[in-house]
């Protein structure tokens, strides 16, 4: 019994050999095809995971407010002054009226000039609260982050992020130095370790560059720098009054947020006259983007299941001329007591093994995409670095990530779909008359 | 002697354009065991259509053809090809080999069909390939052999499930006078170690080579001839000298 199944392979195997080029050929189709499915849905599944990661770096748990700066016309300015954004009043409004917010960071951020003897650097000021390096996931290098303390006393007192530290003490150990922002100087308590800056999600939340940043309590800054600041722009002045830049708020359970933040756009909607602030929904955010790639997936999957079909066609075209081109070893093999299913498992025996093998090749394919495309990505950029950068941020450092299901997918549906078609061929090839069969030229 | 093949009342019928054709009008023919038929007559007579039902690849439209008891008329398409692969063995006049497979694979296919691929079978077919004097040539595949050799291996092949009977289609149809001989003697050898056979020709000298011709006309028996003894007939026959002659034959269609 085991010898004839392996003969049944092995003479299969040989008449398939007597076509090389038409089997390769064949084979060829059904590789495109799982390789496609594999490598489609890992780029879906990379794009995908990456807003996830992103999203998920906010916080699933968070509401996040932030000032927007609004248009001039809309505004009246008074004296060319703009006060504009969420309020301190707007803070303790959302943080004593809602019982679901367990957390609320405030923060402020301003474009300032850092220095230290004679070196500076131009980066952002951050007033905010110990909580800020744990929300934002900063790690603390050397020294420590702002305390609790820092921010009852108003200290002044700063950390440094990575980079500020870097430049400003190349040779020194900054803790315990004093920088100079303004007219006020600054003891550094702690330096941050790098953080990899967080691009924009959703269009009202714009990326953060994390590198350039010096944090200070935020009461120290509304004490020494106030909420008033006059930005010069092509030789006229313009102040603006902003008290904070953000307020990062804590659900108490992921179930409330999308409730509470219904409550919070409405309170803040009483309060403010124009669209000076944005709410981001971390949550609402990630809903749509598994949504995008669950849309995404069954778009990927229809394209790839069409280039599976389409070998499947190959298998069929091939294995209905190899039954015309075989009729008579057919006839023979009927009249030396092959039965009607011997005939169709050996015209079977071969599409699976063409599928078979297409399959395993396009598996071997598809695992071979991340390194692939990182190659031709590198080797584009190389060869024509412009056309690299006009594509979009996401294509340029997108990293596929396979699937895993898709293997076992894939390959089940390709060795499926030559079942499928080369049973037609083989069931005619079995009800041939093995008398005509046999008279074949 | 117990029947090998026993015919009675065998009609078969074909529709064609609407008219019917009667290939067979009642066929008697009782095969006893050991015995060597020639079924001869012209194109047209029948010949071939009587070869088929008897090879089981078509059924008669009535009367009935009994295989060593079995009545074999009303059995299904896998049940025949049963019969076919366990107790016929077929010889073609164009060998009908299986190119992409080698000698000894060419000769265990009716083995492997019967579910008796194993070892023993294996050996049989080697020692078959010995027999009709291929040993050397195992491995060669069907279209690295001549006309002669690959009829060989076609007569090895329809020997290897020990078939009740081997039916020869104009076995010699495509070969040259001296490899015709080599194979008719090998016919006849397989006769004498208590083969039977049955074998279509429509050439008078090969048929003479059988202990019987039957000839067919029109779809009847014509005539039922016995003859003589093996010796006899070879010297009769003149296998040789007959080519010179019928060469001509070998551009006929087969019938």
Redesign the interface.
């Known amino acids: 019994?085991l010898?004839?199944w392996l003969?049944t392979w092995q003479?299969g195997l040989?008449?398939l050999s007597?076509h090389p080029l038409r089997s390769l050929l064949t084979v060829l189709g059904i590789f495109i095809g799982v390789s496609s499915v594999i490598w489609l849905l890992a780029i879906g599944e990379g794009i995908s995971l990456e807003a996830q990661r992103q999203i998920e770096g906010l916080g699933a748990n968070n509401v996040i407010v932030r000032t927007i700066k609004p248009p001039t016309e809309v505004t009246e300015a008074t004296m060319g002054i703009l006060p504009y954004g969420v309020t301190r009043d707007d803070f303790s409004r959302l943080t004593e009226t809602l019982p679901t917010v367990t957390r609320a960071l405030p923060i402020r951020e301003l474009p300032r000039r850092f220095s230290y003897g004679g070196r500076r650097v131009d980066g952002r000021l951050v007033g905010c609260t110990p909580e800020y390096a744990e929300v934002t996931q900063l790690r603390v290098e050397r020294g420590r982050f702002l305390s609790d303390a820092d921010l009852h006393d108003k200290q002044n007192f700063c950390v440094l992020a990575h980079e500020t530290g870097r430049r400003l003490f190349p040779f020194e150990d900054p803790i315990g130095r004093s920088i100079r922002i303004e007219q006020t100087y600054y003891i550094v308590v702690g330096v941050m370790k790098h953080r990899d800056p967080s691009s924009g999600i959703g269009g009202s939340l714009a990326g953060q560059d994390y590198s350039h940043d010096v944090y200070i309590p935020i009461s120290t800054l509304w004490s020494r720098i106030g909420d008033f600041i006059i930005t010069r722009r092509s030789g006229s002045f313009q102040g603006e009054i902003v008290e904070l830049s953000q307020i990062t708020l804590r659900i108490d359970s992921v179930d409330h947020v999308m409730e509470t933040s219904d409550v919070i756009k409405d309170t803040l909607a009483r309060y403010h006259r124009h669209q000076d602030y944005g709410v981001t929904v971390p949550l609402e955010l990630l809903e749509q983007a598994r949504t995008t790639r669950m849309m995404f997936m069954v778009f990927m999957g229809l394209i790839a299941a069409v280039s599976l079909v389409v070998g499947g066609i190959g298998i069929m075209n091939i294995m209905l001329a190899t039954v015309t081109e075989r009729t008579?070893?057919i006839?023979?093999?009927?009249?030396?007591?092959?039965?009607?299913?011997?005939i169709v498992r050996q015209f079977l025996v071969e599409t699976i093994l063409l599928s078979v093998v297409g399959g395993l090749t396009g598996v071997l394919g598809g695992l071979a995409c991340r390194p692939v495309i990182n190659q031709l990505r590198e080797g584009i950029a190389r060869v024509m670095p412009e056309a690299i950068n006009q594509l979009p941020p996401v294509i340029k450092a997108v990293q596929p990530v396979i699937v895993p299901e898709s293997i076992p997918l894939a390959f089940g549906i390709s060795v499926t779909i030559g079942i499928i078609f080369g049973l037609y061929p083989a069931m005619r090839a079995a009800a041939m008359d093995?008398?005509e069969a046999?008279r074949h030229e | 002697m117990n029947a090998a093949v026993d015919i009675s009342g065998l009609t078969k019928a074909y529709a064609m354009d609407g008219e019917t054709v009667h290939a067979l009008r009642g066929i008697d023919l009782e095969v006893p065991e050991g015995d060597f038929v020639s079924i001869m007559g012209a194109s047209g007579s029948g010949k071939s259509t009587l070869l088929?039902l008897l090879?089981c690849?078509?059924r008669p439209t009535a009367g009935r053809i009994v295989l060593g008891g079995e009545d074999v008329t009303t059995l299904d398409?896998?049940r025949r090809?049963?019969i076919?692969?366990?107790r016929i063995g077929?010889v073609?006049q164009s060998y009908?080999?299986?190119?992409?497979?080698t000698v000894l694979e060419n000769i265990?296919?009716?083995l492997?069909?019967?579910?008796q691929?194993?070892a023993r079978g294996r050996q049989r077919s080697r020692e078959l390939a010995e027999m009709v004097g291929l040993a050397e040539r195992l491995k060669h595949r069907p279209t690295q052999l001549s006309g002669g050799q690959q009829q060989r291996v076609a007569i090895a092949?329809s020997l290897v499930?020990d078939p009740r009977f081997i039916l020869a289609d104009e076995p010699t149809g495509n070969l040259d006078s001296a490899t015709s001989e080599e194979i008719l003697h090998l016919l006849l050898e397989l006769n004498a170690q208590g083969k039977t056979i049955v074998m279509v020709t429509h050439e008078p000298d090969i048929g003479r080579l059988g202990k019987r011709i039957v000839r067919l006309h029109d779809g009847e028996v014509a005539s039922d001839e016995r003859l003589d003894t093996v010796e006899v007939r070879i010297q009769k026959s003149e296998v040789g000298s007959r080519r010179s002659d019928a060469e001509g034959h070998s551009d006929f269609p087969n019938p």
Request: aromatic share 8%; hydrophobic share 35%.
């Open positions: 019994m010898l004839r003969r003479v040989k008449s007597l008579r070893e006839g023979i093999r009927r009249a030396l007591g092959a039965k009607r299913s011997d093995p008398i046999l | 088929n090879g690849l078509d398409d896998d090809s049963e076919r692969a366990s077929f073609f009908n080999l299986i190119p992409q497979l265990e296919v009716p492997y069909y019967q579910g691929l194993d092949r499930n």
